[in-house]
């Protein structure tokens, strides 16, 4: 079973998009995701606008990798590297730590983490009203 930064069980992350390495709406990972796509993000502008100017484009959709662009807002597993990078250079965005696979904390410390938790419900359009 795979497991959380938390210790609990790995809860989906999104599922519209559908994200995740195995493209099943979780951050599960194995040791062919060299990239480590384990943490759960809830991507900003501010992120999404730096991933790419570190030439990680997160906005073009790329369907032959069933990759339809996110928008923020969007719930989304990325590489624990670039998060940690976007953190550093003070574009971190938000983190759904339940949904967080423990592996992220290989790269990324669980304080770090824990200072840019939320918790976000499955749909979060009903926070738009």
Known sequence: ?????????????SFDPLTGWYRDGSCNTD?????SHTICAVVTREFLEHQLRIGNDLVTPRPEFRFPGLRPGDRWC??????L?????????????ASTHERALE?????????YSVDV????????G
């Not at 990325?78 to 998060?83: H, I, K, P, R, S």
């Not at 790269?107 to 200072?115: A, D, G, H, K, M």
């Open 107 to 115: 790269i990324v410390p669980l304080e770090v983490l824990e200072s």
């Open 31 to 35: 040791d062919s995701d060299v990239g």
């Open 78 to 83: 990325v590489t624990a590297a670039n998060w």
């Open 85 to 97: 990078r976007a953190h550093l250079d003070g574009a971190a965005c938000p983190v759904v730590l």
């Open 121 to 128: 419900p499955p749909d979060p359009g009903g926070l738009e």
């Open 1 to 13: 079973m795979a497991r959380n930064v938390l210790g609990g069980e790995l809860e989906p992350c």
